[in-house]
């Protein structure tokens, strides 16, 4: 019988906090995750030493002197803005056997089963899966449009796309390639570098569903739901947004929504 061969992915829960709730999330997201595929967690260690409870999760763990050991050039001096791709790659170097790895950060929920999100996107075979993926022209006063720079090389600002990467899968291979790029001396913000790059080197990227020109056939809105178009490229409606904060996720059901975070009041 032939044996059909099936990808191997890691799921990243990207956080720097051990709060009741984002240790809620991040076991949600283990428990629906199977053999052979791998939930980890991506822990900002910023203390000596992890607390008890969280050295029973087991988490890879990440400081500013590692990231900065790994010899890209971020365009500040810390994760944010724009870095958080740095985390990612220093797990891949480690464990460079998957062939897709998810990255989710800590105030990502979706209003489903994370298994049927995953499993719908097994079929599609592209190296780079985000939301909110738009063109220069659509937002052109976007803040991190100019943020992409090499020492000798360039790629015209109107041909440069952004997406929006609380949460996205990006492939081992596409993952070879930034960390070579990156090493060649590319930076920028990850939400223009990362689409940018993939897309203008032969990569094939592809949007959850949403809206706009990068989304496959029958996902129109069907993920989460963005915000509309507006040159300076603010995400501030919709499941998936910028801001303002979810207290808890929306009511509408298998859908991303971001960013969620309980308020103290």
Same mark, same amino acid.
């Given at each position: 019988m032939?044996?059909?061969?099936?990808?191997?992915?890691?799921? &990243?829960?990207?956080t $720097?906090?051990?709060? $009741?709730?984002?240790?809620?999330?991040?076991?949600?997201?283990?428990?629906?995750v199977m053999s052979p595929d791998r939930a980890c967690m991506l822990f900002h260690l910023k203390q000596e030493a992890l607390t008890p409870r969280m050295k029973e999760l087991d988490p890879f763990l990440f400081t500013y002197k590692s990231l900065l050991s790994l010899n890209y050039m971020p365009i500040? @001096? $810390?994760i944010?803005?724009?870095?958080?791709?740095?985390?990612?790659?220093?797990?891949?170097?480690?464990?460079? /056997?998957?062939?897709?790895? %998810?990255?989710?950060?800590?105030?990502?929920?979706?209003? /489903?089963? %994370?298994?049927? *999100?995953?499993?719908?996107?097994?079929?599609y075979e592209h190296d780079f899966i985000s939301c909110h993926i738009r063109n220069f022209a659509h937002e052109p006063e976007w803040v991190w449009w100019s943020s992409l720079v090499h020492r000798s090389r360039s790629i015209p600002? $109107? @041909?440069? *796309?952004?997406?929006?990467?609380?949460?996205?899968?990006? #492939?081992?291979?596409?993952?070879?390639?930034?960390? +070579? #790029?990156?090493?060649? #001396? %590319?930076?920028?913000?990850?939400?223009? &570098?990362l689409p940018t790059l993939l897309y +203008?080197?032969?990569?094939?990227? *592809?949007?959850?569903?949403?809206e706009g020109d990068f989304i496959a056939a029958g996902t129109d809105k069907k993920f989460y739901?963005?915000?509309?178009?507006?040159?300076?490229?603010?995400?501030?409606? /919709?499941?998936?947004r910028f801001r303002p904060v979810w207290d808890t996720p929306g009511n509408e059901i298998d859908k991303l929504y971001h960013p969620v975070k309980r308020i103290a009041k």
């Open positions: 032939l044996q059909v061969y099936r990808k191997k992915s890691a799921f &990243l829960f990207l $720097d906090k051990e709060s $009741d709730a984002v240790l809620k999330a991040f076991m949600e997201l283990r428990e629906a500040a @001096m $810390d944010i803005p724009g870095s958080n791709h740095f985390p990612l790659l220093q797990f891949f170097l480690k464990f460079p /056997g998957y062939d897709h790895y %998810w990255v989710i950060e800590d105030d990502v929920r979706f209003t /489903g089963e %994370w298994k049927y *999100l995953f499993d719908y996107f097994n079929k600002v $109107d @041909m440069r *796309l952004r997406s929006f990467n609380p949460i996205y899968r990006i #492939s081992r291979r596409a993952l070879h390639f930034v960390h +070579h #790029s990156l090493l060649d #001396s %590319w930076k920028g913000h990850h939400e223009v &570098l +203008h080197n032969g990569y094939k990227i *592809l949007d959850f569903g949403g739901t963005s915000s509309c178009q507006d040159a300076k490229g603010i995400l501030n409606e /919709g499941t998936m």
